[in-house]
């Protein structure tokens, strides 16, 4: 990257990473009808806002937290962007999660998305990556609530699209835009409170008045709660998930892999910051509704949720059911308001988002050979799509939590947090899901391992591995899983840490 470029990237990259691809949705939307034309701008686009992601990150650890003020307008007149220790590098993982999906999604799209529909379907998915990033590094509460909106209408297009392959998409998608609407009507509700006890739409200003105000009046614990309400929908919080599972089995696999990494992470990150930033855990109302209210959605649906996945025969929604579940690991470590907790919980979406995105990369490309979608369609996949399953093997020991892998990292971090706080029943919580994640997981190698292929015509199929396009990202994630469980744990570790020092600076209550 040449110096000039690599300066102006780390002075506008923020700004550029939100920009880019709402311009290049438009283009894209336009394209003639050739073949991968479509694909191959979006994933040139996706490149650029990863490599301005990376400039945000590198930026934000050499100077420390900044402001970028749109168009030079000082808030809270002008709009800002704030990044800081929490926010870069989530804004990555969505760059990084898109570009790796892009280069999978080739040969997938061709297979579940009608020809004539695809510039539009890669329209909507930059615009969907536009609206997550803005959320991520917007200072701006209003704007928070229209860049959700922008990638969520955008996701609910992306998630209909999948009826080319299964007619179910249409149902999951209007179900999801119903809850997904209620979720953004109570958010914008909850701010519309906030801004009238407040006066302000910035996020520091408000943060501000808010601790001058000791807590503020009822107008201030109604906003909390509806922003709690919005922001629950939108991260599939239990009770208020069942948008999830249809949404994650029956969209197009891309679209899949992309909402599983990155959309629910999104939301969980505004969690974070409105939670703990916004308002704060000193207030008793906060402190009230995240230890006993979020803490018993997130290990009530830790624990059914786990067991629903048990139940499942569509490997699809056993994976779904798991991301709900593992969205109570995150919610836990918020609920357990310390350092350590958050850091657990920041860590575990990390891995969280590099977990099930490859493990549904996998379950992709299975279908994409063999169209795999239940249990015992996957007999003798060892045999027939060795890397393929050699790669699901190594995510679903990270998912489960076994040594040496990502998922164990994490999960130890958020129950040595559980355990300082003398919460030994929530470490109990995670052990015991754990096992049942080794029980839904562990059937699913059982059955691609110990049985024989299915015969065809008196004759077992043959092997027939997915194309290097799928395998590439897949392998890349299993790898990064064991990276981050054996060594890189140390640098990700520095991460949640210094994003948990920026939430919660007091350590605690």
């Not at 536009?130 to 998630?159: P, R």
């Not at 922001?231 to 599939?236: N, S, T, V, Y």
């Not at 969209?251 to 992309?258: A, G, N």
């Amino acid at each position: 990257m040449a110096p000039l470029f690599a300066s102006w990237l780390a002075d506008h990259g923020a700004a550029f990473a939100i920009a880019l691809p709402l311009l290049a949705a438009a283009i894209t939307a336009l394209l003639p009808k050739v073949r991968r034309l479509p694909w191959a701008v979006a994933l040139l686009v996706s490149a650029i806002v990863t490599i301005a992601a990376y400039a945000v990150l590198q930026t934000q650890v050499d100077l420390g937290s900044f402001i970028y003020r749109m168009g030079g307008w000082e808030p809270p007149h002008g709009i800002s962007l704030k990044i800081d220790a929490v926010n870069a590098p989530i804004l990555l993982l969505i760059a990084a999660m898109g570009l790796m999906t892009l280069v999978y999604s080739a040969p997938s799209v061709e297979a579940e998305v009608q020809t004539k529909k695809r510039a539009p379907f890669y329209a909507a998915f930059l615009l969907c990556m536009a609206g997550l990033c803005g959320m991520v590094v917007t200072g701006d509460a209003f704007n928070v609530f229209v860049f959700l909106e922008v990638s969520s209408i955008s996701t609910y297009t992306l998630v209909a699209m999948g009826a080319n392959r299964d007619r179910r998409a249409l149902s999951a998608a209007f179900n999801y835009l119903i809850l997904g609407s209620i979720g953004a009507t109570f958010f914008v509700i909850g701010v519309g409170f906030l801004y009238a006890e407040t006066g302000t739409l910035n996020m520091d200003d408000m943060q501000r008045i808010l601790a001058n105000l000791d807590g503020g009046s009822r107008v201030a614990q109604v906003a909390f709660g509806f922003i709690v309400v919005g922001l629950g929908l939108k991260l599939a919080m239990f009770p208020l998930h069942t948008w999830l599972p249809g949404a994650y089995a029956y969209s197009p696999t891309m679209v899949t892999v992309f909402l599983s990494s990155t959309a629910t992470k999104a939301a969980l990150y505004l969690m974070y910051r409105f939670s703990f930033n916004v308002f704060d855990p000193s207030f008793d109302y906060v402190a009230v509704v995240l230890t006993y209210i979020v803490t018993a959605l997130a290990v009530t649906g830790m624990i059914f949720c786990s067991l629903q996945a048990f139940f499942q025969t569509d490997i699809r929604r056993t994976l779904a059911f798991s991301s709900v579940a593992q969205v109570g690991y995150m919610l836990l470590g918020i609920g357990l308001i310390s350092m350590s907790g958050l850091a657990g919980s920041y860590l575990h979406l990390i891995n969280h988002a590099v977990v099930k995105g490859g493990l549904f990369l996998a379950l992709g490309a299975m279908w994409y050979r063999f169209g795999i979608v239940r249990l015992d369609d996957m007999a003798g996949l060892a045999k027939t799509m060795p890397i393929t399953t050699a790669a699901f093997t190594i995510l679903a020991f990270s998912l489960i939590g076994v040594p040496f892998t990502a998922g164990f990292v994490s999960k130890v971090a958020l129950a040595e947090a559980a355990a300082e706080q003398g919460w030994w029943w929530a470490v109990g919580v995670i052990m015991i899901t754990s096992i049942i994640a080794l029980f839904y997981m562990g059937r699913m190698m059982m059955m691609a391992y110990f049985r024989d292929p299915p015969m065809v015509d008196g004759v077992a199929v043959k092997r027939n591995e997915a194309p290097p396009l799928m395998l590439i990202p897949m392998v890349g994630l299993a790898l990064l899983s064991i990276m981050i469980g054996a060594r890189g744990h140390v640098l990700l570790t520095e991460i949640s840490e210094n994003a948990a020092r920026v939430l919660i600076p007091g350590g605690g209550l």
